[in-house]
């Protein structure tokens, strides 16, 4: 006949301690000797001089100079074409001359309008 008190038994809890799991780690020589080498070597492929975190900042930083280069050239093409004009044409001599220094035809009237306040 079986213990009537053995249907209760609760086998006890399998769940490691940090200390049980420190001490199967220092015993498994190989998983250590990995470990110490892999964790440096991994440590110095993310954060060293040529490291994933260095690649990424400098990806970043050549896509804001090539938009700085972009806007650059830009800016030149126009000042080129606008250079071209203001050497043959009249009238863009003469828009050129009332929008930077503020020159008026004789008979004309400037209004200005001035911002809200």
Known sequence: M????????RKASSRRTAGALLKKLLRNRRLLVLLAIGVPLL???IFGNKGVVQR?????EKAEL???????????TA????????D???????KAAREKHNLVRDGEQVYR???EQ
Do not use: C, H, M, Q
């Not at 090539?66 to 030149?76: F, H, K, T, V, Y």
């Not at 043959?88 to 003469?94: F, R």
């Open 2 to 9: 079986a213990n009537p008190g053995s249907s209760f038994y």
């Open 43 to 45: 440590g110095y492929v």
């Open 56 to 60: 990424v900042r400098l990806t970043n």
């Open 66 to 76: 090539e938009s700085r280069i972009r806007a650059a050239e830009a800016e030149s």
């Open 79 to 86: 000042l080129r074409a606008e250079s071209k004009a203001l």
């Open 88 to 94: 043959n044409d009249a009238k863009a001599i003469e």
């Open 113 to 115: 309008v001035r911002p």
